[in-house]
């Protein structure tokens, strides 16, 4: 694709939008997040019998209270003739979820909302031992994932070691990724905001760990790029470092444009056409498309420039040169 503007000349520029973004994007996210009851712990029960459903509310609420629940929710819905209710709160383990629900129906007989635990129909408990797995394998992946990719750039980027230190090259990748991942946060931290039915569950720890994946493929494409050029175009014969990034930050635009519009209409149909989970999935799955295509040409190239000590250096020449020499 022919040059239509400069990335490398304002590298500077690039990497601090993202980084601007970054932390936007994190407080937007830490800011409105909220749990689901696979990390927190989720009691159901269907009552036999219509009662007061705001009164049953605030009792149960005001009882969670006293044994230290603070951090609950507590929900009634009618359910054909009888009473269903919800309570969501914060425990440590599965097993003081099953406590709570003894609990809650000693509480129940004791104000006369029910005779015996004979009136109570139907009942269901989560525990947080799903989101807490889900916790350690998704850290456990992204350390594992890190590795990898670090010895994986030791070896492929060990031919021009020379000009390239692989080591920056691999911690650019971290960094992108940490971007990619904190953006389709921060969007998600702004659905949380609006729609309170949004929360963080496994489907949406899934979906980072996607993002997690198809951020380091991306960026280490333009990276082998830039590494071919490096090759081709002979670093030591004066060649400025500037223009092989520009030239190969331009060269994977078309084939980056075309992956993204194919992958972008697909989610896009699987958010507008889905529902429940999938529409979840495919939200944040989006969010990445977009912001995940613009941090592998705006922020990587421009961040390992700078971080090999070549903007400095070649600040002059790079100026010098018009775009459609690049």
Known sequence: MKPKFSIIKHAYVRVGLGLLGLVIAR?????????????????????????????????????LKTQWFVDSTVSTQAEGEGTKLSIKTQVDNDEKVNVLSKDIQAFLIQKGYIASAKDISAQSITGP??????????????IVGVILMAIYMMFSFATIRKYVAPGVL???????????????????????FFNKTIMIDSVFIIALLTNMGYSINDTIIIFDRVRENIQNKGATKGALFGKIFEDSLWQTMRRSMGTVLATFLVIAAMFFLGTGVIKQFAFTIG??????????IFISGPLAYILLGKYRKERKEMLALKTKDL
């Open 129 to 142: 031992s799903v989101g807490n797995y889900m916790q350690k394998s998704a850290k456990t992946a992204i």
């Open 287 to 296: 969010m990445w498309v977009i912001f995940g295509s613009y941090s592998s």
């Open 27 to 63: 407080a937007l996210f830490f800011s409105n997040m909220r749990f689901s009851e696979e990390f927190t712990g989720w009691v159901n029960m269907t009552i036999d019998k219509s009662v007061d459903q705001s009164a049953i509310k605030v009792d149960i609420d005001s009882y």
């Open 170 to 192: 691999a911690g650019v990748t971290v960094a992108t990724m940490i971007f990619d991942v904190s953006m389709p946060a921060g969007m998600y931290g702004i659905w949380m």
